[in-house]
Antibody, heavy 118, light 107 residues
Framework: EVQLVESGGGLVQPGGSLRLSCAAS????????MSWVRQAPGKGLEWVAN????????YYVDSVKGRFTISRDNAKNSLYLQMNSLRAEDTAVYYC???????????WGQGTLVTVSS | AIRMTQSPSSLSASTGDRVTITCRAS??????LAWYQQKPGKAPKLLIY???TLQSGVPSRFSGSGSGTDFTLTISCLQSEDFATYYC?????????FGPGTKVDIK
């Protein structure tokens, strides 16, 4: 069974940093692109970033470029999102997701809440 | 970035109804369009990708159509478990973008 479990969320002050982790199991992690998607409270979905199987390609939404870094450790079956210079508008539930061959997320974790507030 | 719009933003329907949701892209995206269902407090669920390909395990009452800029999601016979919010997503180009969602609730 495919499982994705996010961790690392919490309350952080504006300008602060946080590192999210996603532990994957039930599939060959190193064979899939992986994504982060977020959802602000009561709002819609926003794609944040994705990363190729070997980490050689990464893509970001403009609003996080230069502040967020997606990475992965295939030996640990883990996906990460390093978030720096956090802003109030980054407050959201962050979902880790596995991308299909068609490059769309098929399996999603349950999400981890990041709250940026003073 | 490609902008995605959906209509209606919400609709009320009854069990057994046929429901159609429209998604429009600000520029052509070929068939690089997916549909998701999300229930409150839950992660989204992939229903359809490549505009019309049903994800494994998704009931056949869900169908998708369209290409270019205009797409539709149809639920042929609404069931109680289908009351949720539906999102379209383009993956033709980066950044991938989602529509604002269509909430389907009980009439």
């Amino acid at each position: 069974e495919v499982q994705l479990v996010e961790s690392g969320g919490g309350l952080v002050q504006p300008g602060g940093s946080l590192r999210l982790s996603c532990a994957a199991s039930g599939f060959t992690f190193s064979s899939y692109w992986m994504s982060w998607v977020r959802q602000a409270p009561g709002k819609g979905l926003e794609w944040v970033a994705n990363i190729k199987q070997d980490g050689s390609e990464k893509y970001y939404v403009d609003s996080v470029k230069g502040r967020f870094t997606i990475s992965r450790d295939n030996a640990k079956n883990s996906l990460y999102l390093q978030m720096n210079s956090l802003r109030a508008e980054d407050t959201a539930v962050y979902y880790c997701a596995r991308d299909t061959v068609a490059m769309v997320p098929d399996y999603w974790g349950q999400g981890t809440l990041v709250t940026v507030s003073s | 970035a490609i902008r995605m719009t959906q209509s209606p933003s919400s609709l009320s329907a009854s069990t057994g109804d046929r429901v159609t949701i429209t998604c429009r892209a600000s520029q052509g995206i070929s068939s690089y369009l997916a549909w998701y269902q999300q229930k409150p407090g839950k992660a989204p669920k992939l229903l359809i990708y490549a505009a019309s390909t049903l994800q494994s395990g998704v009931p056949s009452r869900f169908s998708g159509s369209g290409s270019g800029t205009d797409f539709t999601l149809t639920i042929s016979c609404l069931q109680s478990e289908d009351f949720a919010t539906y999102y379209c997503q383009q993956y033709y180009s980066y950044p991938q973008t989602f529509g604002p969602g269509t909430k389907v609730d009980i009439k």
